[in-house]
């Protein structure tokens, strides 16, 4: 236990012989349950959690004989926490990237009650540009970006980051079977727990790589997906927070400036395509297309000014604890 409270550690794997023993065994006293849900591996992953289930029973071992993906696998675990009346339920994965060192730091907001929810963050503490391969940095920060939009978390980075704690209020609210399967889950996850209006921390956590990890992720690929998933849940939000749930006049603002924004694009296509054919600009059209590209800029500014007020409550801040080393 973690200052009275029951703790489960969900480790979805999907071959990771080599990883998940060195994960198991770097478990810290305190955690109660930990829980390896097999997405379907081929290798001989199940073997190796066996063979440390006995020796070490607090290791729960759930099964999938179909892979369903990281998010599926996570669903089965946080169901079994939910069931099992767990007080938190952290995420960590079995590919050994996340340093139990950091645990302490990520689960004593939720446990203190600070937080519903605490999110490790590898950005702020500055190491991850020397750490992270470059283009995953990158792609990282630009979907980060995008989550802050469709999330409402604004003072949130690094959601891609899977090192994660919950309560168990969350556990019971969320419908886990509805969560996306693949690797736009946190992305997902964050969206929901915006809309149930749950605090989320912000915790700084060290980035480790390079320790015999085999990265799944196509960041070329997944960037496109995301993208997409994240638009749609952006939209889901709108309707269900400041719609369905409570009104808010931000759905307004973002209306007008996805529309002036779309004007925008076809005057400035009727622009250049009368450059093209004719040879010079049509004054008219170019003042209505600036009016109309100056129009959604702020029209979407004030629409996201307004967001982040609307949600400056679930603020919890970015806890600067200092570890141990």
Known sequence: ??????????????NESTQIGGVIKTMPDYVDRIIIVDDASTDDTVTVVLQYQQRDSRVVVLHHDINQGCGGALATGYVWARDNRMDIAVRMDGDGQMSPNDL???????????????KGNRLVTGEAYQKMPRIRYLGNAFLSLLTKIASGYWHVADFQSGYTAMNESILHTIDWHQMYKRYGQPNDLMVRL?????????????????????????????IFTISWLLFKMFLWRMKEKYIIRDFHPLVFFYMLGAM???????????????????????????????????????????????????NKDLKCGTFYEKRKQ
Do not use: Q
């Open 1 to 14: 236990m973690y200052k009275d409270k029951t703790l489960c550690v969900v480790i979805p794997v999907f």
């Open 104 to 118: 302490p730091a990520l689960i004593d907001p939720v446990a203190r009650g600070m937080a519903d929810y605490a």
């Open 194 to 222: 915006n809309v149930y209006n749950f605090r989320v921390a912000d915790v700084p956590v060290e980035p480790v790589y390079h320790v015999g990890e085999k990265s799944g992720i196509r960041i070329r690929k997944v």
């Open 260 to 310: 002036f924004g779309v004007s925008t694009v076809m005057l400035f296509t009727r622009i250049i395509y009368y450059k093209w054919v004719s040879g010079f600009f049509p004054s008219t059209s170019s003042l209505a297309a600036m009016f109309s590209f100056m129009s959604a800029s702020l029209f979407t500014l004030f629409a996201m000014w307004f967001d982040m007020e609307a």
